[in-house]
């Protein structure tokens, strides 16, 4: 099931790439909230393919159509419908790859599962293109907690090795060279992103299963090419001594704060208060135009491919509303509990 | 919660680290299983604390009794509930501690989110102790994974920064020695831990946010002190290029299988068939004698910290079978799907 | 939320009566089923509005579009979703009537729930209009279980008093004259319709709070004005002594029976092998044209409301197609746990 | 499983009938509640055995010791424990039985579902002494919904045919009769009875498959032994015309309520305001001393059975409590979304 039952939301993505169109259901967003569609157009034209030489040529203009929930711009309570019509599909390219799984993809295990019946044209219901209608679901989540001064910024911290000196919005000159070489040879490459949630009192979580971590981990592993989230200092913690790694607590104007923020915002599944800063690890884009080996599930021979449709030489700068999206729906669905 | 809801499996552990009983009610274990009690037994050693210079001297038996659910050694169908009694708790250690959130712990998070009638001594709900009744739960799952040919180890990665030639099920004499050198300093370490799911056929897991890493992710997150994981290459493929990330597809004795394995076993949130590889970080345990600042929440001071309980200065040979029973209950909720 | 979480399907229906469209989307319906759209159609007909001088005058094909999960009529594993567009609202027939809850409707209690925001023209989200989605996902279950030799059908037992000899899967002539003159005076009757499942082995269901009688229980009180459940004898159980009740086990050629169904094919949650049998009670449709009092929520005085839209004087028997999607859909999510 | 997920409890029942103990966890009654243990004891004697002749000789205190979750009777916002121990069971009643279902009850299903696994001695998992832990978790939540003005009470409406001039707390000297009655005969009655909650607000429950009638209905299912539930004029409404059944709004100082409340307190699924009101049908005890003819499923020949253990004539006046737990879970779980 592409559905996220949360604790007062739940988010169903549908869709394939190449079929009709994609979209997604909404249950639980708050009545009376405001949707401005100006804004949440924005949001999702940093996630939109085409807009330059880094990114596919796949052109999508990925206007969201609500079809229930919202009525002159405010949401009403019932479930929010939003449909994206596909428009610029070439399923051409992809009809000679049905029985040939491209490495990195998630084509041989859904060949597995749905034996052989899912419409994986483009990646079917596994291609990025399915975080559009995530978008639309956490461009709104998003537009719901700026009004309680929650605040969500993604940014990226490397491209294909080049890491930038603090966490940027936008690529850097040499990222997007280095974006362009791997392009120019037929390749691509991955980065990784810092995502940072300000605003959550503490006491916000859950418990074990339910732990905050948990739950923002969860929704992060949904966006396809992440292979790695650490909270707070993560990975380097495990070099670290405890002197060294625990944040002692302080008093700030009254407030109860930390000298230092190592832990990312969460401890045993809780907020403490500070703010939530987490990093993703985004692979390089497993379509590319070098050619690969991989097989013919149909005639069980040894095959040769080139991928020649149209794809991203690098993903990261696209990824960054996706990530945004998925933290705003985990925190919209848990600052209440 | 703390409640686990899976496909068909329901986890839910409860109890507090100085309250009079721990314990779990699992769902949907098959029935007519048989549960290796001695087997358990010694699978849970692994994790129970007073075994060795390295560890807690709290010692605690953790022998489940079960309740429910299981007769003359065989699951019934109905649900299980397994306890673990409480004997060597020490409370007297923590009083001091109600009002002084000890740093890295979850204790201020906990307070505001119950405003302070949690009962926290020794960690309360979120002690490391509450991983037993997991490892009760985790431990039955092997054993009946195992009978499918499914096995499950976690190794040691690093310790305290001293990495490991390759993974290892025990400490090597310099990580002991790193261990008993920072306690020695009234300090801690941390470090990283290698899980491999061997046996799974292709086609296992779930769509976008019942992704397979979704649910590692999500219950590997509920073990307190983890703050990362990565499945394969994870952060190191954020610095490759596609061509050398993406794993071809290649037919082995006609099963489909890949050359390498930089995906760890899952590509798009479903399995490829190959081992499922995911690593953890573990932070440095953060009850240190080390004398630490904080604050006391009721008279809004700051104060001074030394924990003088019984602390780990490394908890990360104890994670090991923690690690392998969320990995475990996760991969009998899955299979089948 | 609208949302229907099963065992391994669920069932998200969204749209409002008079907004662009109503649709649902369906997670974990088999890949590789075939769906019959002749047969969906046919199906969804008999649900549809307009058809006789039984029925509301409002006509709408209700012929769902399927955006995705489905092609070339095959079921591929992802979710689907499939959208009704709205076409012949009225919307003039209800302006009047934002303020004014109609008796009998779930205005006020939307009216409080959403404070006033949601969409409520004609009914908005709980308009029997909604039942129309959960047809299209109940026809498709009813011919997946089919093929599996499960059948469900739904017959009416009684419609305002007038009760049949036996159950009939159309109205009897006198059924037909009652309508009418509940229609010539403005008014509206309800009725009573069993509903049976045959084909489902024994052991079917589900513990306590996941028996099979609350699972079908819930699932049908999400159709509007059904009043009212009972399985096998039910309330008629009331007044009769356990060995009257009780139904005795027998062999019937190898295959456990028993003598009576009185139980109504479960037992404790759980299915015996025998014919699943439940009445369900429809009140009778409360949009009405007769006079009504009621109030003003934003004058806060009493008004005078008489109901001039096109409504049905007796929904019992079109709510046959919805008892049947009802009971398909659990059916479908329960048969092989 | 039997596991109640709700918007923010959960309770998981465990224990056999003839098991060490049976007990329940529930996970997310509000912290800071007190729970007045004198209260609750007298609540759960209501529903124990022994009491008088009317039921089972069965004596069992059902005194439950709680094993975490509540601290000095607070509640902490943890997961609460708490356990019966069983101490009166006789299996030797029972163990003739593993082989031949007794009519009316679980035994067959239970049988096939867990391929004769379960432990079924005395009924099992599916025994009404199941009722007494959901009993722990009614009673308190009771207690919390009384501090908020919110009350609950389960009245008899008949028993064995004899029915009350108006439902009443107690059977009256008839019903007690009409039970003596049926015992002398080694037979069983059952009942109807009545449950009203006052004191929620308008706007409560949910929608379409979370509607409150589908919600209080798959929880009053999870009680053994009840076949049928209607809300307020329920199976009578289908004989009534629209401008009967309706319920006309009328302003009743200032508040709205309705003039009459046939609809039960509940409008397409959500609360009026009105009281809730619904009745449920209990059947016949099906453990009856009267011989019945049934099958030994593992020779496959027909046999006698006469069930000689304890039992009680008729369950409904100790059903009271499991009726009103029941709603008072379903309330508390629901009063604030």
């Known amino acids: 099931m592409s559905l996220y039952k949360g604790e007062r939301l739940s988010i169903n993505v549908f869709g394939e790439s190449h079929g009709k169109a994609i979209g997604v259901v909404i249950n639980g967003f708050p009545a009376g ?4 569609i100006d804004e949440l157009q924005k949001f999702l034209a940093r996630r939109a393919p085409g807009q330059s030489a880094l990114s596919t040529a796949r052109k999508e203009p990925d206007i969201p159509q609500f079809l229930s929930g919202i009525k002159d711009d405010i949401i009403g309570g019932t479930p929010i419908c939003a449909v994206i019509t596909n428009t610029d599909q070439r399923s051409r390219d992809y009809e000679a790859m049905r029985y040939t799984p491209r490495p990195g993809h ?18 079917g219901h596994f291609s990025g293109r399915l975080t559009a209608p995530l978008c639309v679901a956490g461009g709104i989540a998003k537009q719901i907690l700026a009004r309680q001064n929650i605040e969500i910024t993604a940014r990226i911290k490397s491209i294909g090795g080049v890491v930038a000196q603090k966490p940027q919005c936008e690529p850097t000159p040499q990222m997007k060279e280095r974006i362009l070489e791997a392009k120019s040879q037929g390749d691509s490459v991955g980065g990784i992103v810092e995502c940072e949630i300000n605003g959550i009192k503490a006491g916000v979580g859950g418990l074990m299963f339910e732990s905050l971590e948990s739950k923002i981990a969860a929704m992060i592993f949904a966006i396809p090419a992440i292979k790695g989230i650490e909270f707070g200092n993560g990975f380097a913690a495990a070099a670290l001594i405890g002197s060294e790694n625990n944040d002692e607590f302080v008093f700030n104007k009254e407030i109860v ?14 907020t403490t208060g500070m703010p939530i800063v987490f990093s993703v690890a985004v692979k390089p884009t497993p379509s590319i135009a070098k050619t690969q080996d991989t097989i013919n ?20 700068p696209r990824i960054l509303p996706c990530i945004e999206s998925a933290a705003a729906i985990v925190a919209l669905d848990t600052i209440d509990n």
């Open 33 to 36: 909230e405001v949707v401005n």
């Open 106 to 123: 998630a084509d041989f295990g859904a060949f597995e599962r749905f034996s052989g019946h899912a419409d994986m044209r483009g990646g």
């Open 257 to 270: 704060s930390t000298k230092t923020n190592n832990h990312g915002g969460i401890l045993g599944g809780l």
């Open 297 to 316: 599930l149909d005639t069980k021979q040894a095959v040769k491919l080139s991928i020649d449709g149209r794809h991203d030489p690098c993903i990261v």
